[in-house]
């Protein structure tokens, strides 16, 4: 029984923060912004304010599929985001310029996650598949590996909180600092950006849970062999 809702409380923490997010993004953005601005002209205000001329601003096809790709330099927002005018384009473009500067600043924690990315990425991989064989195999020694790679994919997790968190405390001072949005806007902006940071906090959330889950079992295994 507690296995079971241990695992309805993994699964509804993400989609919890996943309804919050589209949500909130939903319902904002269908409010326009005072100053009429599109995302992308707000993506390009804000970076040229920063002196980040080199840093273009893309359409890219998709639903919240916004993000910024610090190998080209490239902003890229969703097609409603780069042309529409409204509230939540204007967070989420604010946002991924957030991340430009975090990369033109060098900021440490963007450094950090860029380093643990490949590490990040073999431990997603391959790491359940030494846990499952470790389990059903009663492998001690194969789990203990298996939970190590999880642990680095884990870490990228952690990291990410700071860097998308910096990200929206950026988004908001320029917002507010060059007048794209103005009074009550700051709120709206606000819930956007807070809906979106959810969705890192679940993932970190189960992650850690699920890694403290194969740790208490593979300590477990440990014993019974003793």
Known sequence: ????????????????????????????SEVPSSTGMTG???????????????????ETPGVLSDHYDPRSKTVRLSSNNFH????????VAAHEVGHAIQD?????????????????????????????IGIFAGMANLLLLG???????????????PVEFNASSRAMDQVVSLGIIRN????????????????????????????VRLVLMYTGMTRSDD
């Open 104 to 132: 033109q600043e060098a900021y440490a924690f963007l450094r950090l996650r860029h380093t643990l990315v490949p590490v990040a990425s073999i431990g997603s991989n391959f790491s359940w598949i030494l846990i499952m």
């Open 1 to 28: 029984m507690s296995y079971l809702i241990y695992f309805a409380i993994i699964i509804l923490i993400p989609i919890y923060a996943q309804m919050k997010v589209r949500s909130a993004y939903k319902k904002y």
């Open 147 to 161: 939970i190590i790679f999880m642990a680095a994919a884990v870490v990228f997790q952690i990291v990410t909180l």
């Open 40 to 58: 992308a002209q707000v993506a390009r205000q804000i970076l040229d304010e920063k002196g980040l001329y080199n840093v273009t601003v893309e």
């Open 184 to 211: 009550d806007e700051e709120r709206e902006t606000k819930k956007v950006l807070d809906a979106a940071a959810l969705t890192y906090v679940a993932a970190a959330a189960v992650a850690v849970l699920e890694l």
């Open 84 to 91: 529409g005018h409204s509230l939540a384009g204007t967070a």
